[in-house]
């Protein structure tokens, strides 16, 4: 079904990264007059947006919750990039106890540290002088946020929609049972 | 949530109005983020908590302090302002998250006044 004519108001966005606006209707009946729709077909229509609506929330949801997770990671290799160069002047080795199994620990001596190595992903894992690994993470940890930002925008614009199209629903249903005692009052009237 | 329309009454819906239940939907998601943002803040300072009274308590000289996914042997002075600071961020942090939570329930509290005016029945605005 195109997209139906409803009075838009100027200067709103009609859609967002792919997103759909959810048109404003001014007035009910005008606009089911203007669409040619009756107040079931209406409320389908809506329905249907809705649904539509519900599926991208549900992606969107799971991409927010990968990058919160993320981003904690991103800032526990830069701790522990930040440590390894504080041991780097003293001469000292640092001793660390990691987790080499479930349940089982070892402990590690790390000597005097010039270089680590940043795991990339894609099983590939590059040596990076101290320096260059805390810019690289930082980037990192930087896009993370940025992304996520914009993410929470667009949850924000889709939550809006969606509060519009239940409100939208609301109103033409209610319409409808209005139209419905008007015309009973008359019959009855009438008869 | 809430929901709009009741009965068929004949209270119209403006532009402003579906702006302002719009206002109101975000705020309350916020709210609720919030909520959940506070919860972990208080758990992270209780255990910052827990964990300089322990501290206090052990006459080791080293300490395995958390880095990563690695415990580091610290000294224990060292792992003291360590975790001092880790506490002061964290109460700095929940104090925000408390004043934003106090001034979201300001401004539901606004919109509630002007929405339940002017729909009255028709608008539903509570918690479910």
Redesign the interface.
């Known amino acids: 079904m195109a997209s139906t004519s409803a009075s838009a108001?100027e200067g709103t966005v009609t859609e967002r990264r792919g997103i759909p606006a959810a048109a404003?209707v001014?007035?009910v009946q005008t606009y089911l007059s203007q669409s040619g729709l009756d107040a079931n077909s209406a409320l389908a229509f809506f329905q249907e947006r809705l649904q539509q609506y519900r599926v991208v929330e549900m992606k969107l949801l799971a991409q927010q919750r990968d990058l919160q997770a993320k981003i904690p990671d991103i800032e526990?290799?830069l701790?522990?990039v930040a440590?390894l160069q504080a041991k780097k002047g003293t001469g000292e080795a640092?001793?660390?106890?990691?987790?080499v199994s479930e349940g089982i620990?070892s402990r590690?001596r790390i000597e005097d540290a010039d270089s680590v190595c940043l795991w990339l992903g894609a099983n590939v894992m590059l040596d990076y002088s101290c320096e260059e690994a805390t810019a690289l993470l930082q980037k990192n940890l930087e896009n993370a946020k940025a992304s996520l930002e914009v993410l929470v925008a667009d949850l924000?614009f889709l939550?809006?929609q969606v509060?519009?199209t239940?409100?939208t629903i609301?109103?033409v249903?209610?319409?409808d049972?209005?139209q419905r005692?008007t015309r009973q009052a008359i019959v009855t009237t009438e008869s | 949530m809430q929901?709009?329309?009741?009965?068929?009454?004949?209270t119209?819906?403006?532009?402003e109005d579906?702006q302002k239940?719009?206002q109101f939907?975000?705020l309350n998601?916020r709210f609720h983020e919030l909520e959940d943002e506070i919860k972990l803040a208080k758990e992270t300072n209780d255990n910052l908590e827990d964990a300089s009274n322990e501290l206090i308590l052990t006459d080791d000289d080293i300490v395995?302090f958390q880095?990563?996914?690695?415990?580091?042997?610290i000294p224990k002075d060292e792992v003291e302002t360590r975790i001092e600071q880790m506490k002061e961020v964290t109460s700095k942090n929940l104090e925000k998250l408390e004043e934003e939570k106090e001034s979201i329930v300001a401004q539901m509290d606004e919109l509630k006044k002007i929405l339940y005016g002017k729909f009255k029945d028709s608008i539903n605005l509570e918690e479910d």
């Not at chain 1, 640092?94 to 987790?99: K, T």
């Not at chain 2, 929901?3 to 004949?10: D, M, V």
């Not at chain 2, 119209?12 to 532009?15: A, C, I």
């Open positions: 108001i404003f001014e007035d526990k290799c701790d522990v440590a640092l001793l660390a106890d990691f987790e620990y590690a924000q939550r809006d509060t519009i239940q409100v609301a109103r249903y209610n319409w049972v209005h005692r | 929901q709009a329309g009741s009965s068929g009454s004949e119209e819906v403006t532009w579906q239940i719009n939907s975000r998601n395995r880095i990563g996914e690695v415990f580091a042997h």
